[in-house]
């Protein structure tokens, strides 16, 4: 199969890469870069496990084409932190151990900061929606919560 050429831009940087005309977003930035921090929970939208932003929108990247991007800006789990300086969200994820496995952790840390983006000051119900197309099998949902509200209360205070 022909691989077609896509230029974009990926967490800042501008990124090249060659991909076949049916591959997954994911498996681009997983197989063809090396970007691992997205997982594969589902591959059919459903878990939110590979969430990225997509120009400026939550993404599951498992539905969408590597093809799709050329021009785009996606910003992915792996630039969320500073270098080694992890970004407040991913260090309060660590202190309150709102993680257990890990698997959809990076799908919810990109979610939780595009809201935090947006709204700096959700309500429990805020996170709660706007997290929902992000399933997590092991912790439940309550320290997740608490971590984004502690999160986005450290954030405000900055």
Same mark, same amino acid.
């Given at each position: 199969?022909?691989?077609i050429?896509? *230029?974009? !831009?990926?967490?800042?940087? #501008? !990124?090249e890469f060659?991909c076949?005309?049916?591959? #997954?977003?994911?498996? =681009?930035?997983?197989?063809?870069? %090396?970007? !691992?921090? #997205?997982k $594969?929970?589902?591959?059919?939208? +459903?878990?939110?496990?590979?969430?990225?932003m &997509?120009? %400026?929108? =939550?993404?599951? #990247?498992?539905?969408? &084409?590597? =093809? *799709?991007?050329?021009?785009?800006?996606? $910003?992915?789990?792996e630039g969320?932190?500073?270098? $080694? $300086?992890?970004?407040?969200?991913?260090?309060?994820?660590? @202190? @309150?151990?709102?993680?257990?496995?890990?698997?959809?952790t990076?799908g919810i840390?990109?979610a939780a900061?595009?809201?935090l *983006?947006k709204?700096p +000051?959700?309500t429990d119900?805020e =996170?709660?929606?706007w997290?929902?197309?992000n &399933?997590?099998?092991?912790? %439940?949902?309550?320290?997740?919560?608490?971590a984004?509200?502690?999160?986005?209360?450290e954030?405000r205070?900055?």
């Amino acid at each position: 199969m022909k691989t077609i050429p896509v *230029e974009t !831009t990926i967490n800042g940087d #501008s !990124t090249e890469f060659l991909c076949h005309a049916d591959e #997954s977003l994911l498996d =681009v930035l997983r197989d063809r870069l %090396g970007m !691992t921090g #997205s997982k $594969e929970g589902c591959g059919t939208g +459903d878990c939110g496990a590979c969430s990225v932003m &997509l120009n %400026g929108r =939550v993404v599951c #990247s498992c539905l969408v &084409l590597g =093809v *799709e991007t050329q021009g785009a800006e996606i $910003e992915t789990i792996e630039g969320m932190a500073n270098g $080694e $300086e992890l970004h407040p969200l991913q260090r309060v994820f660590l @202190e @309150e151990a709102a993680l257990q496995c890990g698997v959809c952790t990076p799908g919810i840390l990109v979610a939780a900061k595009a809201l935090l *983006e947006k709204n700096p +000051d959700p309500t429990d119900t805020e =996170v709660r929606y706007w997290l929902a197309g992000n &399933l997590c099998r092991c912790t %439940g949902y309550d320290k997740i919560i608490k971590a984004v509200q502690t999160a986005a209360a450290e954030m405000r205070s900055a």
